[in-house]
Structures are given as structure tokens and as C-alpha cells.
Antibody, heavy 116, light 109 residues
Framework: QVQLVQSGSELKKPGASVKVSCKAS????????INWVRQAPGQGLEWMGW????????TYAQGFTGRIVFSLDTSVSTAYLQISSLKAEDTAMYYC?????????WGQGTLVTVSS | QTVVTQEPSLTVSPRGTVTLTCASS?????????PMWFQQKPGQAPRALIY???DKHSWTPARFSGSLLGGKAALTLSAVRPEDEADYYC?????????FGGGTKLTVL
């Protein structure tokens, strides 16, 4: 069965970096893109962008350029979200979701908390 | 900046029918926006319900249906059950980028 399993919660200080992983199983990883979605506490969903798992090319949503980078390790069917120069407002749940056309399967989410 | 607007909250009675809508600040929503709908319950990841305006995933209950209505994307829930109480989000495509609506909190009362 298709599964996306994300890495565990992170507590970081302002200015630090974080790397969230999303490990896929149950399908051919390079056949479907991976999207990243942010949800701040008590707020709605925000689409951050996606990465083509075949070419490695990323597309970032407006407002999510500059401090975020999507990457892949296809040898272990894993996508990564790295956020640098963390700020308090980056505190949120981050989700990965498969397939840009359907966003069908989602990871369980990774809570990133930024606090001094 | 494109804005996608949903009703902030709606209330429906059990066994009733309710329609949630999803509007675009750029004009009428069309099939070219490939509307999707998601359900999210407290403490859970979103669950995909509808894609491509009206296509259902294998796990989507039959009582959920997607359509275009009056220039908006719409999600209709028929024969509503208490377990349908949740937040619902639409997602629209705008030429290379996707934008979520602000979400609708559906109360079953």
C-alpha cells in the first residue's frame, strides 16, 4: 500500500536550519511528484511547491522562495524539505503529498517549532 | 496574489445536504483549475476527496460529489453523517502553482 512517512517533530532555535524527510513506499517513487504543504497552528493549508521526482526540478510557490529548498534521494525513495534561517513564524506542521494532479496520499505531518 | 475563497463555516443537520463552494479572485473557476477537495479532522493530516473537479478517489464515500456551480467549484455532501464534521479545503491550479482556499469548518448539528 502507498505510504508517505515523515520524520519526527523538531524544536529549533531562530536562525537554525531544519530538514524534514518524507519517505515513500508502495509505489515507484519517480513516477509521481511530491508536494509540500504548510499549516501554521490553527490556520489553513498553504501550498509551498513541488518537486519533480524524475528530474529533480523544483517549483516554489510565491512567498516560499529564498529560504526553502526541496531535494531528493531517489535511492531511498525520500523527498526532503529544508528551511534555513528559521523564524518564529515558520512554526507549523509540514506535510508532503504525492502527485501534483491529485495530491492523493499524504504524510502524517512533521511539526517544526521555532523557539528560543 | 491570487486568493481562493471558501465559506468560513457552515452548519448542516444529520441526513441533510450541504454545498461548500470555492471561488477565485481571478474570475470564474473552470475545469482548467482542476479543483480538488480535502477533508481534515482535528489532529489528522488532510484526506483527499475529489480531484479534477468531480473525480473521486477509491476511498471517497459516494455521498461526496464535486462540480462547478455558478462560476465556483462546489463540494456537495448528501445524507450527511456526524463523522463528516471537519474542515474542508479546496485547491485550485493557476498555471504552474496551486492555491488552497481558506477552508470551511463544517458543523453537523
Amino acid at each position: 500500500q502507498v505510504q508517505l512517512v515523515q520524520s519526527g517533530s523538531e524544536l529549533k532555535k531562530p536562525g537554525a536550519s531544519v530538514k524534514v524527510s518524507c519517505k515513500a513506499s508502495g509505489y515507484t517513487f519517480t513516477r509521481y511528484a511530491i508536494n509540500w504543504v504548510r499549516q501554521a497552528p490553527g490556520q489553513g493549508l498553504e501550498w509551498m511547491g513541488w518537486i519533480n521526482t524524475n528530474s529533480g526540478i523544483s517549483t516554489y510557490a510565491q512567498g516560499f522562495t529564498g529560504r526553502i529548498v526541496f531535494s531528493l534521494d531517489t535511492s531511498v525513495s525520500t523527498a526532503y524539505l529544508q528551511i534555513s534561517s528559521l523564524k518564529a513564524e515558520d512554526t507549523a506542521m509540514y506535510y508532503c503529498a504525492r502527485d501534483t494532479a491529485q495530491h492523493d496520499y499524504w504524510g502524517q505531518g512533521t511539526l517544526v517549532t521555532v523557539s528560543s | 496574489q491570487t486568493v481562493v475563497t471558501q465559506e468560513p463555516s457552515l452548519t448542516v443537520s444529520p441526513r441533510g445536504t450541504v454545498t461548500l463552494t470555492c471561488a477565485s479572485s481571478t474570475g470564474a473557476v473552470t475545469t482548467g483549475h482542476y479543483p480538488m477537495w480535502f477533508q481534515q479532522k482535528p489532529g489528522q493530516a488532510p484526506r483527499a476527496l475529489i480531484y479534477g473537479t468531480s473525480d473521486k478517489h477509491s476511498w471517497t464515500p459516494a455521498r461526496f460529489s464535486g462540480s462547478l456551480l455558478g462560476g465556483k467549484a462546489a463540494l456537495t455532501l448528501s445524507a450527511v453523517r456526524p463523522e463528516d464534521e471537519a474542515d474542508y479545503y479546496c485547491l485550485l491550479y493557476f498555471g504552474g502553482a496551486w492555491v488552497f482556499g481558506g477552508g470551511t469548518k463544517l458543523t453537523v448539528l
